[in-house]
């Protein structure tokens, strides 16, 4: 049995499962998330988005900055308001501390959406990904904590011997080994799937759905009718999550941290300031950039393309701002955004391109010197390339005695080096003792 909508709680307190026969009922449709018919400014705007039930208590992170020398990288533990040095330095944005499992650029995109999940009664939530998917693992856990069923479809094989990311998904997720051919179609694999898990008697939607839902329908209702109502109803409800998270509602995570950083005893809304940012689906940087115009900062988001071309980035980036236009009232803003459709990130290429996945002679060695020397521990994949543009930015702006901090987003993944040391064992083998 499928449906295109689920009640919350409130809606099934109400009416219990008549509800899931069709449509939530007919209720007046409010502005998007409940900003006014009246002009905002650009944080007025931003305040009314994240005025919403998060997954992280708070947004912080931790912030570290890394100065460069001809022999060395060093990693004095300075807060924000040190003396500038005089060798190129960058600054680290440790979102790989915000959780032991559930981290970087992963903790950002489940920061609205779990709330929503819970929020919807889902008992089930089905996602995919490669089989050592930071994602996959990261909403194993996250469902676990909330006492909500995981399926992860994993692109390929099971490895003979299970290990970081996979490891994970295993432990506290359902997995399933999809073959390669069966992956690419990744759509009808997931709905699939979802029906399979839901049953003849369960529902399945995906979540963009919810976010749908969430803005149209009125209050929740009391909490104590909400918690009787689902005691009684029994149904598996199914919410399908896109991989990689890519989904509207990932953006606002990132839109969330960018307020974070941009406070006056932080990084500050006035002077420029480059943040690097590795790029798989490139989620993380359009949500970034959407921060980044919305809040009206002086700053430029640099984006390491890993997995598609310039021309898939664009079009990726086209269609998350499309969809947030529609989920979101963007016109509600004061002075507009005409120049958001022009391109919110500068895409580049990594120093070394490679086949997305590949990793090069002397890399690995590379993170074990920039752990050694700084404790920041870094994998060959994803974060590698972002600390190697950012590497190169600061250099150069040391170089021009531009005033333009540059800042790296550390995107987590760093359990990956298990799956690496796998598939690349001479290059560990190698390492220095």
């Given at each position: 049995?499928?449906?295109?909508?689920?009640?919350?709680?409130?809606?099934?307190?109400?009416?219990?499962?008549?509800?899931?026969?069709?449509?939530?009922?007919?209720?007046?449709?409010?502005?998007?998330?409940?900003?006014?018919?009246?002009?905002?400014?650009?944080?007025?705007?931003?305040?009314?988005?994240?005025?919403?039930?998060?997954?992280?208590?708070?947004?912080?992170?931790?912030?570290?900055?890394?100065?460069?020398?001809?022999?060395?990288?060093?990693?004095?533990?300075?807060?924000?308001?040190?003396?500038?040095?005089?060798?190129?330095?960058?600054?680290?944005?440790?979102?790989?501390?915000?959780?032991?499992?559930?981290?970087?650029?992963?903790?950002?995109?489940?920061?609205?959406?779990?709330?929503?999940?819970?929020?919807?009664?889902?008992?089930?939530?089905?996602?995919?990904?490669?089989?050592?998917?930071?994602?996959?693992?990261?909403v194993a856990v996250s469902c676990a904590e909330r006492g909500i069923k995981s399926h992860l479809?994993?692109?390929?094989?099971?490895?003979?011997?299970?290990?970081?990311?996979?490891?994970?998904?295993?432990?506290?997720?359902?997995?399933?080994?999809?073959?390669?051919?069966?992956?690419?179609?990744?759509?009808?694999?997931?709905?699939?799937?979802?029906?399979?898990?839901?049953?003849?008697?369960?529902?399945?939607?995906?979540?963009?759905?919810?976010?749908?839902?969430?803005?149209?329908?009125?209050?929740?209702?009391?909490?104590?009718?909400?918690?009787?109502?689902?005691?009684?109803?029994?149904?598996?409800?199914?919410?399908?999550?896109?991989?990689?998270?890519?989904?509207?509602?990932?953006?606002?995570?990132?839109?969330?941290?960018?307020?974070?950083?941009?406070?006056?005893?932080?990084?500050?809304?006035?002077?420029?300031?480059?943040?690097?940012?590795?790029?798989?689906?490139?989620?993380?940087?359009?949500?970034?950039?959407?921060?980044?115009?919305?809040?009206?900062?002086?700053?430029?988001?640099?984006?390491?393309?890993?997995?598609?071309?310039?021309?898939?980035?664009?079009?990726?980036?086209?269609?998350?701002?499309?969809?947030?236009?529609?989920?979101?009232?963007?016109?509600?803003?004061?002075?507009?955004?005409?120049?958001?459709?022009?391109?919110?990130?500068?895409?580049?290429?990594?120093?070394?391109?490679?086949?997305?996945?590949?990793?090069?002679?002397?890399?690995?060695?590379?993170c074990q010197d920039i752990a050694q020397t700084t404790g920041i521990l870094l994998d060959p994949?994803?974060?590698?390339?972002?600390?190697?543009?950012?590497?190169?930015?600061?250099?150069?702006?040391?170089?021009s005695k531009r005033d333009t901090k540059v800042v790296m987003l550390h995107t987590g993944g760093?359990?990956?080096?298990?799956?690496?040391?796998?598939?690349?064992?001479?290059?560990?083998?190698?390492?220095?003792?």
């Open positions: 049995m499928k449906l295109q909508r689920f009640p919350t709680l409130s809606a099934i307190s109400s009416s219990k499962r008549s509800l899931y026969s069709g449509q939530l009922p007919h209720t007046p449709q409010p502005q998007p998330q409940g900003i006014p018919n009246v002009k905002l400014s650009g944080e007025e705007f931003v305040a009314t988005l994240l005025d919403r039930r998060w997954t992280l208590p708070k947004p912080d992170t931790k912030i570290q900055q890394v100065i460069l020398s001809s022999k060395q990288v060093t990693h004095p533990f300075l807060e924000m308001n040190e003396k500038e040095s005089q060798e190129p330095s960058f600054y680290v944005v440790r979102d790989d501390l915000l959780h032991p499992l559930v981290n970087g650029n992963k903790s950002r995109k489940l920061d609205a959406l779990f709330p929503l999940v819970e929020d919807h009664l889902v008992t089930d939530v089905v996602t995919c990904g490669g089989c050592q998917s930071a994602h996959a693992a990261a479809l994993l692109r390929g094989e099971q490895p003979e011997i299970q290990t970081g990311y996979n490891l994970i998904s295993s432990l506290y997720g359902n997995v399933t080994y999809i073959p390669r051919s069966v992956y690419s179609d990744r759509k009808n694999m997931l709905r699939s799937h979802a029906d399979y898990v839901a049953g003849n008697s369960g529902h399945v939607l995906w979540f963009d759905d919810i976010l749908e839902a969430s803005i149209t329908q009125n209050n929740l209702g009391s909490e104590s009718a909400q918690k009787e109502a689902y005691k009684d109803d029994n149904t598996r409800r199914v919410v399908i999550v896109s991989e990689g998270a890519g989904d509207v509602v990932a953006l606002l995570g990132s839109i969330r941290l960018m307020k974070y950083l941009s406070q006056d005893h932080l990084f500050g809304k006035e002077k420029p300031l480059k943040l690097v940012v590795d790029a798989g689906t490139g989620t993380t940087a359009v949500g970034l950039g959407l921060g980044t115009i919305c809040l009206g900062l002086p700053w430029e988001i640099t984006a390491v393309m890993l997995a598609d071309t310039v021309e898939g980035y664009q079009q990726q980036e086209k269609h998350l701002i499309s969809n947030f236009k529609r989920h979101f009232d963007l016109n509600s803003i004061e002075n507009g955004l005409d120049d958001i459709d022009n391109g919110i990130v500068h895409w580049v290429e990594r120093h070394n391109p490679r086949k997305f996945g590949n990793v090069l002679k002397g890399e690995i060695e590379a994949i994803y974060t590698l390339s972002a600390w190697e543009m950012a590497t190169a930015l600061s250099q150069t702006q040391k170089e760093t359990l990956g080096m298990f799956g690496l040391a796998q598939r690349y064992r001479s290059y560990f083998c190698n390492l220095k003792r």
